[in-house]
């Protein structure tokens, strides 16, 4: 007999070999018609995949995000089996599961092209398939067996891969008469897929190597139900009037230019005044908490990102060393802020009374993303986080937790992210080992995290082994305007750079100690978080945050001057305004500006000069405003930003 543990707490003892399915039924048969997978011992299981040991068990319905991956998974292999029947001889790349839906990087056979006009006869075979039900079934499988199988198939692509891994760790699904090289999990069947849609054809290289063969990349998502599809087509839809890429264009933020080099974004005049807005807003904000501003370089010594163990996990995905004219000496633009703060740290003896010391900075870091990877502003090559370091003792870690927590409470109420969800992520209990730090410091960090989420009445789901290698830590998504998910605020408990670094401060024993570090970032990065917030928004910001307040439109030339005047009044009356003095109808002049997103449109004619007055018309659906002199307008303006700001 097996113990198995639910998320309850409560625990029911089974026959070793039992399934997460048998177990679902055990439970309810209602229960098991709507499961799809299942976390055992925080591994992700097929439901049909026995359990041979004592473990704890969570069920995924498809709520679940391990579900929807499941489901997806599914989806991936069943496509390629679609795509096996069709175009006899293809060959498979790797078909994973994303965020939303599922790709396969496939070659079609010699002399074909798979073009976005052959997606509908893909999906009516992909239905077709799924209504067979067939088994997916697992199965363990040597190396040598592995690469004589897709050998004899002339899969070179999964021969490849099959070559990279240890012989013991192999696994195979079948469904049908496809198979394909896979860890899982996958359903039972593909019968629960009812609903098709294949998105786009795209190129991408073997293994995101430049110099590798160009594949096919197919992307599509699924679902239990046509009606969830129809609700998620029509988002896609929405989610592209949003793109931050179109409205960046049109709000002239921020470039592109294959000249300055990919991934490195040129923030535009009006682009930098928001990030500028948004960044005095968080020092603020951080000045009251006790942070102090620091400034460190775009590139230090390769050595200090030994030390710091960045160059192990971030070297591959840096750019290439600087080689100095002296000999041996190497520097990279860095990939990470934390161990320049490091060094600031040691640069004086730290006493138990210096901490909590805060360290803030703006600071740009560099990461090589492989072009293919690169998108607008959420990922680039260059990117500027909003990031602080606070050194603190044991005692002072919840409290310390507790203040990061207000900033990004203040920072989601200002900018509208009400609507989040909170993960605290906290080491296996049953493999310790792959963590570092003293058991003492985990349950203090990690009690920390808890009782400062209970105190501020925070839900937040508790993962076990998500927690990084250095220390637990407390993850904010956030959902967008339109339902979809965004990761933004973090905060994280480390142990592991205060280790390396040899941090110290002098204890109230006269003794030396290690210091706590927490990392934070409530923006996460100053691109990413624009990119979202442009999406979120659609680009109509709050009216204290918009890079142009108001637009002054002439209805003829006559009145420019005028126009003029009243811009130039306003902005002395701190309100961002500008006038569009171009040779065109009024109407087009009120069209182009809305697209432009400013919020309040100032139309002035013979009237209004003669008046002194300006007709102020709201943007969207706002409409006609009345007519009011300049100074009222700026009096409301202001008095509406002040209200905007009152509560942070």
Not at 241 to 259: Q, V
Not at 386 to 409: T, Y
Not at 530 to 550: C, N, R, S
């Amino acid at each position: 007999m097996i113990k198995v543990t639910f998320p309850d707490g409560s625990a029911r003892e089974y026959e070793q070999g039992i399934s997460s399915l048998q177990i679902a039924e055990s439970i309810s048969p209602r229960l098991a018609a709507e499961v799809l997978a299942a976390t055992v011992n925080g591994d992700v299981y097929d439901l049909a995949r026995p359990i041979t040991q004592d473990a704890t068990l969570k069920l995924h319905k498809w709520e679940d995000d391990a579900a929807k991956h499941t489901f997806w998974h599914t989806s991936a292999h069943l496509l390629a089996e679609a795509l096996t029947e069709l175009y006899p001889g293809i060959k498979f790349g790797i078909g994973p599961a994303i965020e939303n839906g599922f790709y396969y990087d496939v070659e079609p056979p010699k002399g074909t092209v798979i073009k976005e006009t052959d997606l509908e006869a893909i999906e009516k075979k992909m239905l077709e398939l799924a209504a067979k039900k067939e088994a997916v079934v697992r199965e363990d499988i040597t190396k040598a067996e592995a690469l004589k199988l897709f050998a004899d198939k002339n899969e070179t692509y999964k021969t490849e891969l099959i070559s990279e891994l240890e012989d013991g760790t192999i696994t195979l699904y079948r469904q049908g008469a496809f198979v394909d090289l896979c860890r899982g999990p996958h359903l039972p069947n593909a019968g629960e897929i009812k609903a098709v849609k294949l998105l786009s054809v795209a190129g991408a290289y073997w293994r995101g190597d430049e110099k590798r063969p160009q594949l096919t990349r197919i992307y599509g998502v699924t679902f239990p139900k046509k009606k969830q599809l129809d609700e998620y087509l029509a988002l896609l839809e929405e989610a592209k009037k949003r793109d931050h890429r179109k409205i960046g264009k049109e709000m002239e933020l921020f470039a592109f230019s294959d000249t300055v080099g990919k991934g490195l974004p040129l923030w535009l005049p009006k682009g930098t005044a928001l990030r500028l807005r948004l960044e005095d807003f968080l020092k603020v904000i951080q000045k009251r908490f006790g942070y102090q501003q620091v400034m460190t370089p775009h590139i230090g010594n390769k050595q200090l990102y030994v030390t710091s163990g960045h160059y192990a996990k971030y070297g591959k995905d840096s750019f290439q060393p600087i080689h100095t004219p002296e000999e041996g000496e190497e520097y990279l633009l860095k990939p990470m802020n934390c161990p320049h703060h490091c060094e600031i740290y040691k640069v004086t003896p730290k006493s138990y009374k210096d901490l909590p010391l805060r360290l803030a900075e703006f600071g740009t870091v560099y990461r090589y993303e492989q072009s293919g990877e690169l998108h607008g502003l959420t990922r680039v090559r260059s990117f500027t986080q909003d990031d602080a370091h606070l050194f603190c003792r044991p005692d002072q870690l919840k409290d310390e937790f507790l203040k990061v927590m207000d900033i990004i409470f203040i920072i989601f109420k200002a900018l509208d992210f009400e609507n989040f969800e909170a993960q605290i992520s906290l080491r296996d209990p049953n493999n310790t080992e792959k963590y570092i730090g003293s058991d003492e410091n985990w349950e203090k960090a990690e009690s920390a995290i808890v009782e400062a989420c209970q105190e501020k009445g925070l839900k937040a789901r508790v993962e076990l082994g998500e927690a990084a290698f250095y220390g637990p830590k407390l993850d904010f998504m956030v959902k967008d305007a339109i339902g979809r998910r965004w990761q933004l605020g973090t905060i994280q408990v480390d142990y592991n750079l205060p280790e390396r670094f040899e941090l110290e401060y002098t204890g109230a024993d006269n003794q030396k100690h290690r210091p706590v570090m927490i990392h934070r970032a409530p923006f996460g990065s100053m691109e990413r978080f624009v990119a979202v917030l442009i999406e979120h928004t659609g680009g109509k910001f709050p009216l204290w945050l918009t890079p142009e307040q108001a637009v002054v439109l002439p209805i003829s030339e006559k009145f420019n001057d005028y126009a003029q005047e009243v811009a130039n009044r306003l902005n002395i009356l701190d309100v961002r305004a500008i006038g569009d003095f171009r040779n065109e109808k009024i109407g087009r002049k009120i069209r182009d500006n809305e697209l432009k997103r400013i919020p309040y449109l100032l139309v002035v004619g013979e009237k209004e000069m003669a008046d002194g007055t300006i007709a102020v018309r709201k943007q969207g659906d706002g409409g006609d405003q009345g007519t009011m002199t300049p100074d009222e307008f700026a009096k409301m303006i202001n008095d509406q930003v002040k209200e905007q700001l009152s509560n942070y």
